[in-house]
């Protein structure tokens, strides 16, 4: 099946820090990232879609400039969250859609990665 | 109104019972619905799709209720290794945007 790695699993650091998460597909392409942060007790929320070679787009309340997206080839997007502050401790988590399999919707979720903003 | 909301649970029921767990959307132009399973601290894992005709995987049945935005899931003989979070997900109309929607998750405890 179709595996998503996230690295780090878990990373600690400073407020002020800057911090970067990777999100590949292991054994597909995949034209689409999505980046999802969630807090505890609560749902995922979508912060952003990672397009290979274009601009990410960002949802309403996300800021852009705090939480950097390259989606630079078809197996790697990375999320650099920027000055890190504690509010932004969460729990991370990546999902790619297969670009071979055009009308098959599913996403493949990465493991996560938790986040801990001192 | 939520998006997606679901009855937060959580459902603590023993070894063998059936359980049934609700789901409503707002969007009626939505397209595709689902069912996850997130076990505590790790990513979500998709459990079955749902089709307006209901359809089952086993243990697990799945309908959908398009005229009253209704998703249900429906888990008999319950083992403890059901015992997880259940997400009800919604994939907007938006065409080409394939991003989901999750609901807060509702939280089911097999007890042996």
């Known amino acids: 099946g179709a595996v998503v790695s996230q690295h780090p699993s878990w990373v600690i650091c400073k407020s002020g820090t800057s911090v970067k998460i990777e999100c590949r597909s292991l054994d597909f392409q995949a034209t689409t990232m999505f980046w999802y942060r969630q807090f505890p007790k609560q749902s995922l929320m979508l912060m952003a879609t990672s397009n290979e070679g274009s601009k990410a787009t960002y949802e309403q309340g996300v800021e852009k400039d705090k939480f950097l997206i390259n989606h630079a080839s078809l197996t790697l997007s990375t999320l650099t969250v920027t000055s890190a502050h504690p509010e932004d401790s969460s729990f991370y988590i990546c999902?790619?859609?297969?670009?071979?399999?055009?009308?098959?919707?599913?996403?493949?979720f990465g493991p996560g990665t938790r986040l801990t903003v001192l | 109104r939520k998006e997606v909301e679901q009855d937060p649970g959580p459902f603590n029921v023993p070894e063998g019972a059936t359980v049934a767990f609700n789901c409503t959307y707002s969007n009626s132009a939505s397209q595709s619905f689902f069912w996850y399973r997130q076990d505590c601290r790790k990513e979500p894992k998709l459990l079955m799709s749902v089709y307006s005709s209901g359809n089952e995987d086993g243990r697990f049945t799945a309908q959908l209720n398009r005229a009253s935005q209704y998703i249900s899931l429906l888990i008999r003989d319950s083992k403890l290794s059901d015992s997880a979070t259940y997400l009800c997900?919604?994939?907007?109309?938006?065409?080409?945007?394939?991003?989901?929607?999750f609901g807060k998750g509702t939280k089911l405890s097999v007890i042996p």
């Open positions: 997900v919604v994939e907007p109309s938006r065409a080409g945007s394939y991003q989901l929607t």
């Open positions: 999902s790619a859609r297969d670009a071979g399999i055009s009308s098959y919707n599913e996403q493949f």
